[in-house]
């Protein structure tokens, strides 16, 4: 059992992630380090800072990658599999670059990275990689030997994804008033991003109409709607919505927004609403604003009952379907058979990311998919 856990050539995982800021002294640099080279102004910086200053100028992102890195840490100690976990962030501490040098220290040399954005975009994939890219040579600029660095596939589909998204569905639906249960409408939400941006996410040959980008949220959608049915024999109506916008108002972003849906479906009469945020991996501040504030608001307005069902955060099953990747990637990588466990329509992920797959746009949206200043 123990060789079938191996995570040989790997001797390590690195948690990415976006980072955010932990004090209200902290907001205003955070948000230029995201923003950095995109010409916004303070002014604009220190508005968009007043989201994080009503949850005490802290974002949450931080501890729920934290409780992942403990939940990961426990799973493989668990089950065998020793592999070290580091962390570092895009924006803000630990920056990747300083965990890159930690790592090295440690004498890692091939290491296995876990970003947490599930979906295929431009800043949910290719930026990641972007920012790896742009670390190793910041390292090998000061003289080290960079590792090598193999980026773990989409898990959008992974049951350890999808399932505790489905039971938060179940939960969220059991706590509404009995007699609007059965006629709620579930909302899936995800991040907008420009349509150019969505319609080129995923590989070539898939682009073109929301790209890979929509297909899978859809997809990820499907498979909780009808998990719901077979567990409580109601067929309840959904739609894929978007939430989060930033960007200029003359470009196309993928619509609707999640307030607009909420005024559209009180105008049709619907009884009860369930907001499922399928394209977050945590409940960071995008879910805790325009989610649990904003939408929640609007529909407190409407006099619309609604829930907003759970993120996968760091449940145990979410920290099995990590390690179930890092076991498949480093049977691939030895050369072993695997059979990659997908749920749904699409399949499993590719573990390389293919020539023209998600390129960036010009100019680069100020804030799409994982890469937004509000997380």
């Known amino acids: 059992m123990r060789d079938a856990l191996d995570a040989t050539p790997y001797d390590a995982l690195l948690l990415l992630s976006f980072g955010g800021p932990e004090g209200p002294d902290e907001v205003v640099p955070f948000l230029e380090n995201v923003t950095r080279g995109r010409g916004i102004p303070k002014e604009r910086l220190k508005e968009v800072g007043q989201h994080y200053f009503l949850f005490g100028g802290v974002s949450p992102i931080n501890?729920?990658?934290r409780a992942l890195l403990d939940a990961l840490r426990k799973d493989f100690a668990e089950h065998g599999l020793d592999l070290p976990v580091y962390w570092g962030n895009r924006n803000w501490g630990p920056y990747l670059t300083d965990t890159l040098r930690e790592m090295v220290a440690d004498g890692r040399?091939?290491?296995l990275v876990l970003a947490t954005s599930a979906y295929a975009s431009y800043s949910g994939c290719r930026q990641y990689r972007e920012d790896l890219a742009g670390a190793l040579a910041t390292l090998e600029g000061e003289g080290l030997e960079p590792p090598r660095i193999d980026k773990l596939r989409h898990y959008f589909n992974h049951p350890g994804f999808v399932e505790p998204m489905t039971e938060g569905v179940l939960r969220s639906l059991a706590e509404l008033p009995e007699d609007v249960r059965a006629s709620a409408h579930i909302a899936f939400t995800t991040h907008s991003i420009p349509t150019s941006a969505a319609d080129?996410?995923?590989p070539v040959e898939g682009h073109g109409d929301g790209g890979?980008?929509?297909?899978?949220h859809l997809d990820v959608a499907r498979l909780i709607v009808d998990a719901v049915r077979?567990?409580?024999g109601t067929e309840h109506p959904w739609q894929l919505v978007y939430q989060s916008r930033s960007g200029a108002p003359h470009i196309p972003w993928l619509e609707p927004d999640i307030c607009?849906?909420?005024e559209e479906l009180h105008g049709a009469g619907v009884p009860a609403v369930v907001m499922a945020p399928i394209?977050?991996?945590?409940?960071?501040m995008e879910v805790l604003y325009d989610l649990d504030t904003e939408a929640t608001a609007k529909a407190a307005e409407l006099g619309?009952?609604?829930?907003?069902?759970a993120t996968v955060g760091a449940d145990p099953r979410f920290a099995a379907a990590i390690r179930d990747l890092v076991v498949e990637r480093a049977a691939t990588e030895n050369g072993r058979d695997v059979s990659p466990c997908a749920l749904g329509a699409l399949g499993p992920s590719h573990d390389l990311c293919p020539a023209g797959c998600c390129p960036a746009r010009a100019p680069k949206p100020a804030a799409a998919g994982a890469d937004s200043p509000y997380v």
Not at 212 to 216: F, L, T
Not at 279 to 284: A, L, P, R, T
Request: no cysteine; charged share 30%.
């Open 63 to 65: 501890d729920q990658n």
């Open 230 to 232: 077979e567990r409580t």
């Open 279 to 284: 394209g977050f991996v945590s409940d960071h």
């Open 200 to 202: 080129t996410s995923g």
């Open 260 to 262: 607009d849906h909420l």
């Open 109 to 111: 040399r091939r290491v």
């Open 304 to 309: 619309l009952p609604v829930r907003r069902s």
């Open 212 to 216: 890979a980008y929509v297909r899978q």
